[in-house]
Protein backbone atom coordinates (compact mmCIF):
# COMPACT_ATOMS: atom_id res chain seq x y z
CA UNK A 1 0.00 0.00 0.00
CA UNK A 2 1.15 3.39 -0.54
CA UNK A 3 2.08 5.76 2.29
CA UNK A 4 -0.22 7.98 2.84
CA UNK A 5 2.88 11.40 2.57
CA UNK A 6 1.03 14.88 2.69
CA UNK A 7 -0.82 16.49 5.85
CA UNK A 8 -2.53 19.47 6.63
CA UNK A 9 -2.49 21.05 9.80
CA UNK A 10 -4.85 23.77 10.73
CA UNK A 11 -4.47 25.79 13.63
CA UNK A 12 -0.51 27.16 14.83
CA UNK A 13 -0.87 26.94 18.54
CA UNK A 14 0.66 23.93 20.79
CA UNK A 15 -0.40 21.09 19.54
CA UNK A 16 -0.66 22.51 15.67
CA UNK A 17 2.97 22.94 16.19
CA UNK A 18 4.13 20.22 18.05
CA UNK A 19 2.86 17.21 15.31
CA UNK A 20 4.01 19.63 12.55
CA UNK A 21 7.57 19.28 14.08
CA UNK A 22 7.25 15.70 14.21
CA UNK A 23 5.64 14.43 11.55
CA UNK A 24 8.32 16.89 9.16
CA UNK A 25 11.19 14.95 11.32
CA UNK A 26 9.40 11.93 10.14
CA UNK A 27 9.98 13.45 6.31
CA UNK A 28 6.08 13.75 5.54
CA UNK A 29 5.30 16.62 3.54
CA UNK A 30 3.23 18.93 6.18
CA UNK A 31 1.39 22.24 5.41
CA UNK A 32 0.26 24.64 8.18
CA UNK A 33 -1.93 27.27 7.78
CA UNK A 34 -2.99 29.51 10.66
CA UNK A 35 -5.90 31.91 10.47
CA UNK A 36 -3.84 34.79 12.69
CA UNK A 37 -0.86 36.71 10.78
CA UNK A 38 1.50 37.07 13.71
CA UNK A 39 0.83 33.32 14.61
CA UNK A 40 -0.22 34.23 17.92
CA UNK A 41 3.13 35.40 18.85
CA UNK A 42 2.35 38.07 21.08
CA UNK A 43 -1.22 36.76 22.65
CA UNK A 44 -1.46 35.78 26.20
CA UNK A 45 0.26 36.28 29.65
CA UNK A 46 2.22 32.89 31.11
CA UNK A 47 1.54 29.24 31.00
CA UNK A 48 2.61 26.78 33.87
CA UNK A 49 4.04 24.25 31.62
CA UNK A 50 4.23 20.71 33.89
CA UNK A 51 6.70 17.86 33.72
CA UNK A 52 4.83 15.76 31.04
CA UNK A 53 4.86 18.62 28.80
CA UNK A 54 8.22 18.90 29.32
CA UNK A 55 8.57 15.85 28.24
CA UNK A 56 7.15 16.52 24.94
CA UNK A 57 9.13 19.28 24.30
CA UNK A 58 12.22 17.70 24.99
CA UNK A 59 11.06 14.77 22.20
CA UNK A 60 10.84 18.28 20.09
CA UNK A 61 14.26 19.45 20.63
CA UNK A 62 13.34 22.52 22.00
CA UNK A 63 13.78 21.69 25.55
CA UNK A 64 16.99 23.85 26.30
CA UNK A 65 15.14 27.11 24.36
CA UNK A 66 12.29 26.65 27.21
CA UNK A 67 14.88 25.49 29.98
CA UNK A 68 16.48 29.19 28.81
CA UNK A 69 14.17 31.25 28.54
CA UNK A 70 11.58 30.26 31.54
CA UNK A 71 11.68 29.54 35.37
CA UNK A 72 11.92 25.84 36.74
CA UNK A 73 10.52 24.60 40.13
CA UNK A 74 9.52 21.99 41.94
CA UNK A 75 7.00 23.18 44.99
CA UNK A 76 3.22 25.07 45.54
CA UNK A 77 2.40 27.40 48.51
CA UNK A 78 -1.06 27.67 49.89
CA UNK A 79 -1.37 30.92 51.59
CA UNK A 80 -3.98 33.01 53.20
CA UNK A 81 -5.06 35.98 51.68
CA UNK A 82 -3.12 38.39 53.79
CA UNK A 83 -0.28 36.20 51.97
CA UNK A 84 0.67 33.98 55.04
CA UNK A 85 2.39 30.84 53.79
CA UNK A 86 -0.09 27.82 55.57
CA UNK A 87 1.69 24.92 53.97
CA UNK A 88 4.24 24.04 51.35
CA UNK A 89 3.65 21.18 49.19
CA UNK A 90 6.56 19.29 46.84
CA UNK A 91 5.20 18.74 43.25
CA UNK A 92 5.32 15.04 41.68
CA UNK A 93 7.73 15.32 38.37
CA UNK A 94 5.22 14.08 36.02
CA UNK A 95 8.07 14.35 33.05
CA UNK A 96 11.00 12.03 35.25
CA UNK A 97 13.24 13.23 37.80
CA UNK A 98 15.89 14.46 35.26
CA UNK A 99 13.12 17.39 34.35
CA UNK A 100 11.77 20.05 36.68
CA UNK A 101 8.47 19.77 38.12
CA UNK A 102 7.43 22.84 36.43
CA UNK A 103 8.93 25.70 33.98
CA UNK A 104 6.41 29.14 34.52
CA UNK A 105 6.95 30.29 30.75
CA UNK A 106 5.86 33.61 29.00
CA UNK A 107 3.21 32.16 26.24
CA UNK A 108 4.62 34.51 23.57
CA UNK A 109 7.70 33.02 24.21
CA UNK A 110 6.71 29.24 24.01
CA UNK A 111 4.82 30.23 21.26
CA UNK A 112 8.00 31.78 19.19
CA UNK A 113 10.88 28.84 20.54
CA UNK A 114 7.91 26.69 18.61
CA UNK A 115 7.35 28.89 16.01
CA UNK A 116 11.18 28.82 14.90
CA UNK A 117 10.73 24.75 15.30
CA UNK A 118 8.13 24.60 12.75
CA UNK A 119 10.26 27.05 10.65
CA UNK A 120 13.33 25.04 10.68
CA UNK A 121 11.54 21.72 9.89
CA UNK A 122 10.88 22.87 6.57
CA UNK A 123 7.15 22.65 7.00
CA UNK A 124 5.23 25.15 4.56
CA UNK A 125 3.38 27.97 6.91
CA UNK A 126 0.50 29.98 5.13
CA UNK A 127 -0.46 32.42 8.31
CA UNK A 128 -3.66 34.92 7.50
CA UNK A 129 -5.15 31.69 6.16
CA UNK A 130 -8.39 29.28 6.76
CA UNK A 131 -9.52 25.94 5.62
CA UNK A 132 -13.20 26.51 4.34
CA UNK A 133 -14.41 23.21 2.93
CA UNK A 134 -13.51 19.73 3.06
CA UNK A 135 -14.73 17.60 0.61
CA UNK A 136 -13.97 13.64 1.54
CA UNK A 137 -12.89 10.45 -0.11
CA UNK A 138 -11.33 6.71 0.76
CA UNK A 139 -8.12 8.16 0.45
CA UNK A 140 -7.96 12.09 1.01
CA UNK A 141 -9.51 15.22 1.32
CA UNK A 142 -9.66 17.98 -1.00
CA UNK A 143 -9.33 21.64 1.10
CA UNK A 144 -10.81 25.05 0.03
CA UNK A 145 -8.81 27.88 1.57
CA UNK A 146 -9.83 31.34 2.19
CA UNK A 147 -7.92 32.96 -0.16
CA UNK A 148 -9.93 30.84 -2.86
CA UNK A 149 -6.63 28.23 -3.48
CA UNK A 150 -7.47 24.83 -2.71
CA UNK A 151 -5.19 21.20 -1.88
CA UNK A 152 -5.86 17.72 -1.44
CA UNK A 153 -4.03 15.82 1.20
CA UNK A 154 -3.82 12.45 2.56
CA UNK A 155 -4.77 13.34 5.71
CA UNK A 156 -5.78 16.64 7.80
CA UNK A 157 -5.54 17.68 11.66
CA UNK A 158 -7.67 19.87 12.92
CA UNK A 159 -5.54 22.10 15.98
CA UNK A 160 -7.84 24.60 15.03
CA UNK A 161 -8.61 25.24 19.10
CA UNK A 162 -11.59 24.75 21.57
CA UNK A 163 -14.04 26.85 19.06
CA UNK A 164 -12.85 24.60 15.88
CA UNK A 165 -14.45 25.25 12.43
CA UNK A 166 -13.03 22.12 11.61
CA UNK A 167 -14.90 20.13 14.03
CA UNK A 168 -18.30 21.76 13.15
CA UNK A 169 -17.41 20.88 9.87
CA UNK A 170 -17.00 17.29 9.67
CA UNK A 171 -20.08 16.99 11.79
CA UNK A 172 -19.10 16.52 15.14
CA UNK A 173 -22.11 18.36 17.26
CA UNK A 174 -19.84 18.68 20.38
CA UNK A 175 -19.13 22.37 21.66
CA UNK A 176 -17.39 23.95 25.17
CA UNK A 177 -19.72 24.64 28.13
CA UNK A 178 -18.61 27.20 30.65
CA UNK A 179 -18.26 25.94 33.66
CA UNK A 180 -19.31 28.97 35.92
CA UNK A 181 -16.19 30.45 36.64
CA UNK A 182 -13.46 32.60 34.74
CA UNK A 183 -9.78 33.91 35.33
CA UNK A 184 -8.65 37.58 35.17
CA UNK A 185 -4.67 37.24 33.87
CA UNK A 186 -1.75 39.54 33.65
CA UNK A 187 1.97 39.44 33.26
CA UNK A 188 3.86 41.57 35.38
CA UNK A 189 7.79 42.33 36.66
CA UNK A 190 8.61 39.31 39.30
CA UNK A 191 9.05 40.48 43.06
CA UNK A 192 11.84 39.57 44.57
CA UNK A 193 11.93 36.44 46.67
CA UNK A 194 9.07 35.30 44.11
CA UNK A 195 9.92 31.56 43.13
CA UNK A 196 7.48 29.94 42.87
CA UNK A 197 3.36 29.44 42.33
CA UNK A 198 1.64 30.32 45.39
CA UNK A 199 -2.25 30.21 45.50
CA UNK A 200 -4.67 32.10 48.46
CA UNK A 201 -7.83 30.86 48.65
CA UNK A 202 -10.45 32.53 49.89
CA UNK A 203 -10.53 36.86 49.48
CA UNK A 204 -12.22 38.35 47.09
CA UNK A 205 -11.69 35.45 44.83
CA UNK A 206 -11.87 32.19 44.65
CA UNK A 207 -8.27 31.51 43.86
CA UNK A 208 -5.73 34.26 43.43
CA UNK A 209 -2.36 33.01 42.59
CA UNK A 210 0.82 33.71 39.89
CA UNK A 211 3.85 32.25 38.74
CA UNK A 212 6.96 33.09 37.98
CA UNK A 213 7.92 33.35 33.92
CA UNK A 214 11.60 33.96 33.81
CA UNK A 215 13.98 36.06 35.80
CA UNK A 216 12.27 39.02 35.54
CA UNK A 217 8.32 38.36 35.14
CA UNK A 218 5.63 36.50 36.37
CA UNK A 219 2.48 36.10 35.29
CA UNK A 220 -0.79 37.09 38.04
CA UNK A 221 -4.71 35.61 38.06
CA UNK A 222 -7.73 35.89 39.69
CA UNK A 223 -10.62 33.54 39.75
CA UNK A 224 -14.01 34.65 39.81
CA UNK A 225 -18.10 33.86 38.86
CA UNK A 226 -18.22 34.10 35.25
CA UNK A 227 -19.91 37.49 34.16
CA UNK A 228 -21.48 38.73 30.78
CA UNK A 229 -18.58 39.67 29.09
CA UNK A 230 -20.39 42.47 27.31
CA UNK A 231 -21.05 44.06 30.62
CA UNK A 232 -17.42 44.51 31.31
CA UNK A 233 -15.72 47.16 28.40
CA UNK A 234 -11.87 46.50 28.05
CA UNK A 235 -10.69 49.78 29.06
CA UNK A 236 -12.04 48.43 32.72
CA UNK A 237 -10.06 45.67 32.56
CA UNK A 238 -7.30 46.80 34.70
CA UNK A 239 -9.60 48.28 37.22
CA UNK A 240 -11.33 45.22 37.67
CA UNK A 241 -8.34 43.01 38.15
CA UNK A 242 -6.80 45.95 40.67
CA UNK A 243 -10.68 45.84 42.54
CA UNK A 244 -10.55 41.90 42.52
CA UNK A 245 -7.56 41.21 44.17
CA UNK A 246 -5.58 44.69 45.95
CA UNK A 247 -6.47 43.44 49.42
CA UNK A 248 -4.29 40.39 49.08
CA UNK A 249 -1.20 40.53 51.06
CA UNK A 250 2.15 39.01 50.45
CA UNK A 251 3.60 39.06 46.51
CA UNK A 252 0.52 40.54 45.69
CA UNK A 253 1.12 44.31 47.18
CA UNK A 254 3.55 44.50 44.57
CA UNK A 255 2.24 43.07 42.02
CA UNK A 256 -1.08 45.02 42.11
CA UNK A 257 1.04 48.15 41.69
CA UNK A 258 1.52 46.88 37.90
CA UNK A 259 -1.96 46.10 36.90
CA UNK A 260 -2.48 49.58 35.56
CA UNK A 261 -2.56 49.08 31.58
CA UNK A 262 -6.35 47.14 30.54
CA UNK A 263 -4.30 46.17 27.19
CA UNK A 264 -2.41 43.61 29.07
CA UNK A 265 -5.32 41.92 31.21
CA UNK A 266 -6.56 38.97 29.95
CA UNK A 267 -10.09 37.87 31.42
CA UNK A 268 -11.60 34.31 30.09
CA UNK A 269 -14.32 32.19 30.75
CA UNK A 270 -13.32 29.11 31.83
CA UNK A 271 -15.04 25.58 29.74
CA UNK A 272 -15.35 21.95 29.22
CA UNK A 273 -15.14 20.37 26.39
CA UNK A 274 -14.74 16.42 25.55
CA UNK A 275 -15.10 14.77 22.31
CA UNK A 276 -16.90 11.37 22.60
CA UNK A 277 -16.61 8.40 21.08
CA UNK A 278 -14.24 9.52 18.21
CA UNK A 279 -11.62 12.34 17.49
CA UNK A 280 -11.82 11.61 13.56
CA UNK A 281 -14.74 11.57 10.80
CA UNK A 282 -12.88 10.34 7.82
CA UNK A 283 -9.27 11.45 7.04
CA UNK A 284 -9.86 14.35 9.55
CA UNK A 285 -8.38 14.02 12.85
CA UNK A 286 -9.10 16.14 16.03
CA UNK A 287 -5.92 17.11 18.52
CA UNK A 288 -5.74 19.47 21.49
CA UNK A 289 -7.99 21.88 22.17
CA UNK A 290 -10.10 20.89 19.16
CA UNK A 291 -10.73 17.64 20.81
CA UNK A 292 -10.86 18.85 24.72
CA UNK A 293 -10.43 21.68 26.77
CA UNK A 294 -10.64 21.97 31.01
CA UNK A 295 -10.04 24.70 33.69
CA UNK A 296 -6.51 25.11 33.90
CA UNK A 297 -6.77 24.25 37.51
CA UNK A 298 -4.51 20.92 37.24
CA UNK A 299 -2.14 23.18 34.37
CA UNK A 300 -2.80 20.16 32.16
CA UNK A 301 -4.12 22.17 28.98
CA UNK A 302 -0.90 22.23 26.95
CA UNK A 303 0.43 19.16 28.25
CA UNK A 304 -2.22 17.21 26.70
CA UNK A 305 -2.26 19.27 23.88
CA UNK A 306 1.06 18.43 23.14
CA UNK A 307 1.02 14.56 23.93
CA UNK A 308 -2.07 14.53 21.57
CA UNK A 309 0.50 15.08 18.63
CA UNK A 310 3.30 13.05 20.18
CA UNK A 311 0.77 10.00 20.15
CA UNK A 312 -0.73 10.89 17.05
CA UNK A 313 2.68 11.28 15.22
CA UNK A 314 3.93 8.22 16.51
CA UNK A 315 1.23 6.24 15.57
CA UNK A 316 0.91 7.97 11.95
CA UNK A 317 4.59 7.36 11.12
CA UNK A 318 4.29 3.94 12.51
CA UNK A 319 2.09 2.17 9.85
CA UNK A 320 1.38 2.62 6.34
CA UNK A 321 -2.35 1.94 6.94
CA UNK A 322 -4.06 5.42 7.99
CA UNK A 323 -7.56 4.04 8.56
CA UNK A 324 -10.20 4.28 11.26
CA UNK A 325 -9.15 1.68 13.21
CA UNK A 326 -5.51 4.06 13.53
CA UNK A 327 -7.50 7.04 14.32
CA UNK A 328 -9.57 4.90 16.75
CA UNK A 329 -6.32 3.55 18.79
CA UNK A 330 -5.24 6.96 18.97
CA UNK A 331 -8.77 8.46 20.66
CA UNK A 332 -8.71 5.41 23.24
CA UNK A 333 -4.99 5.93 23.79
CA UNK A 334 -5.96 9.53 23.91
CA UNK A 335 -9.26 9.36 26.06
CA UNK A 336 -7.96 7.04 28.41
CA UNK A 337 -5.38 9.87 29.87
CA UNK A 338 -7.37 13.14 29.14
CA UNK A 339 -11.04 12.00 30.62
CA UNK A 340 -9.90 12.29 34.31
CA UNK A 341 -7.69 15.29 33.59
CA UNK A 342 -10.70 17.55 32.31
CA UNK A 343 -13.00 15.79 34.94
CA UNK A 344 -10.74 16.55 37.94
CA UNK A 345 -9.76 20.06 36.48
CA UNK A 346 -13.67 20.61 36.50
CA UNK A 347 -14.40 18.89 39.63
CA UNK A 348 -11.98 21.52 41.65
CA UNK A 349 -13.54 24.51 40.48
CA UNK A 350 -16.73 22.55 41.13
CA UNK A 351 -15.86 22.41 44.81
CA UNK A 352 -15.15 25.81 44.77
CA UNK A 353 -18.56 26.74 43.24
CA UNK A 354 -20.11 25.08 45.90
CA UNK A 355 -18.01 26.28 49.09
CA UNK A 356 -17.12 22.65 49.85
CA UNK A 357 -14.59 23.36 52.25
CA UNK A 358 -13.27 19.82 53.23
CA UNK A 359 -12.72 18.58 49.73
CA UNK A 360 -9.80 16.75 49.08
CA UNK A 361 -7.99 18.94 46.49
CA UNK A 362 -4.53 17.65 47.28
CA UNK A 363 -5.12 14.11 47.47
CA UNK A 364 -7.15 14.66 43.96
CA UNK A 365 -3.97 16.24 42.57
CA UNK A 366 -1.92 13.83 43.89
CA UNK A 367 -3.57 11.29 41.91
CA UNK A 368 -3.77 12.98 38.86
CA UNK A 369 0.05 13.97 38.96
CA UNK A 370 0.84 10.01 39.98
CA UNK A 371 -0.74 9.25 36.72
CA UNK A 372 0.85 12.13 34.18
CA UNK A 373 4.19 10.38 35.07
CA UNK A 374 3.42 7.33 33.04
CA UNK A 375 4.45 7.78 29.29
CA UNK A 376 1.28 8.73 27.45
Not at 16 to 32: E, H, P, Y
Amino acid sequence: MRTPRTVLVVGGGSAGNAVTILLRRAGLTVDLIEASEDWNATAGSGITVQGNALRVLRELGVWEQVRASGFGFGSLGITGPDGTVLHVVEDIRTGGDDLPATVGMQRPQLQCILIDAVRASGASVRLGTRAESFDQDADGVRVRFSDGSEGRYDLVIAADGMGSSTRAAIGIADRPVPTGMAIWRIAAPRPEGLERTDLAYGGSAYIAGYCPTSRDTIYAYAVEDNRDRASIPPESYADEMRSLVQAYGGHWTEIVKHIDDPAKVNYTWYHRLLVEGSWHRGRVVLIGDAAHSCPPTLAQGAAMSLEDALVLAELLTGTDDWDDQLFQTYYERRISRVRPVVDASVQIGQWQLDRVHDADVPGLVNRMSTMLRDLP
